[in-house]
C-alpha cells in the first residue's frame, strides 16, 4: 500500500465530514461542490498555509512536525485512533530491511489463555491473524483447527466465510469494526506487503469490504460488547475487552464474557460443557 495515498485519501475523508456551519466555515462563501470544508477552510482552522497543508494532503510534504499534525488534528476534529493513525502515515518510524519475524505467542500468554475455561478467548496478531484460541473460542466463533494457517483471519471470516452473517446479528457493525481495526494496523505497518495483499485480497472478492475500506475508519481494538447467534445456544451479548500483549504491541488477547448471573452467563456455562477438554491447544504457528 502507498503511505502518501493513504494519508491523502485519509485527509480527504475526513475534511469531507466537517460541517462548514459547525465550524463556522460558510462564511468564506462560494459555490459548494463537494461536502465538507475547503482545503484553505481546513488550512485556517489548523493555522497553517493553504500551500502547506495541500502539500500535506497529497503526501508530498516532508518532515512535518509533531506540532502541525497535532494543529490539523484538531482541526479536523481526529479521536486518539485516528491522531495515532495520522501521525503513523505522515511520521512513519523507519521502514525494516529485514522482513518482520513470525510472531509466536509466547508461554505465559499460552497458560493464560488456556487458563480461560469458561470465557471464549483468542490471541490475535498482525493483519488481524488469529494466532491461538482456547476450546470455547472455537466453539462459539470458529472451527479454527479445521481452517488452513492462512485463513485463520478475523477479516476473512468476517467477509468471506458465508456463515460470519448468521453468526453476528449486527454483521455490518461488526464489518465496520473489523475494518477500521484492519485499517488501525495498516497505519502501523504501511509497507507490509502482506497486509496490501489481504487487503488487495479481500476488495476483488468482497463489494462490502471495498466499500468500507474506502472510508477510511480508524479505531484500534479496546472494549465493547457482541450478540452472537449460536446454532445451539440462540442468541447471547457478550463483552469483550482487548488486552494488548506486553512485550508485543501488534498481538492482542480477545476476551468475552458475561455479567454473573446472566442467561448469557448461563449459556458460556453451556458452552463449556460440551467441551472435551478444558482448553484446546493451538497448533503451532508460522504467520509473519
Known amino acids: 500500500m502507498d503511505r502518501a495515498r493513504q494519508l491523502s485519501e485519509f485527509l480527504k475523508t475526513r475534511r469531507a465530514r466537517l460541517s462548514p456551519d459547525a465550524v463556522g466555515a460558510n462564511g468564506f462563501g462560494g459555490q459548494r461542490r463537494v461536502p465538507g470544508l475547503r482545503r484553505e477552510e481546513l488550512a485556517l482552522l489548523a493555522g497553517v498555509s493553504v500551500d502547506y497543508y495541500t502539500r500535506l494532503e497529497q503526501g508530498r510534504a516532508r518532515n512535518v512536525s509533531s506540532e502541525v499534525l497535532s494543529a490539523v488534528a484538531d482541526a479536523l476534529g481526529l479521536d486518539a485512533d485516528e491522531r495515532a493513525y495520522l501521525n503513523n502515515l505522515a511520521k512513519p518510524a523507519a521502514a525494516r530491511r529485514r522482513p518482520a519475524r513470525p510472531q509466536k505467542v509466547g508461554l505465559e500468554l499460552r497458560q493464560a489463555l488456556e487458563a480461560l475455561v469458561t470465557v471464549p478467548a483468542y490471541i490475535i496478531g498482525r493483519r488481524l491473524d488469529v494466532l491461538a484460541w482456547n476450546e470455547l473460542a472455537r466453539l462459539l466463533v470458529a ?122 452467563a448461563a449459556s458460556l456455562h453451556l458452552l463449556a460443557s460440551f467441551t472435551t477438554t478444558p482448553a484446546a491447544e493451538p497448533e503451532p504457528q508460522e504467520i509473519t
Not at 449460536?230 to 476476551?255: C, F, K, N, Q, S
Open 143 to 264: 472451527d479454527f483447527p479445521a481452517l488452513p494457517t492462512a485463513e485463520r483471519n478475523m477479516a476473512r471470516l468476517v467477509f468471506l466465510d458465508e456463515t460470519a452473517k448468521d453468526l453476528y446479528p449486527d454483521w455490518q457493525t461488526k464489518a465496520r469494526d473489523t475494518v477500521s481495526n484492519l485499517r488501525f494496523d495498516a497505519g502501523r505497518h504501511p509497507d507490509d506487503p502482506e497486509l496490501a495483499a489481504l487487503v488487495g485480497d479481500l476488495s476483488l472478492r468482497s463489494a462490502d469490504f471495498r466499500r468500507l475500506w474506502a472510508d477510511h475508519a480508524v479505531h484500534g481494538k479496546t472494549r465493547g460488547r457482541k450478540r452472537f447467534a449460536h446454532p445451539l445456544l440462540g442468541e447471547l451479548a457478550l463483552d469483550y475487552v482487548a488486552m494488548r500483549a506486553p512485550d508485543d504491541p501488534d498481538m492482542t488477547m480477545m476476551i468475552y464474557s458475561a455479567p454473573s448471573g446472566s442467561e448469557a
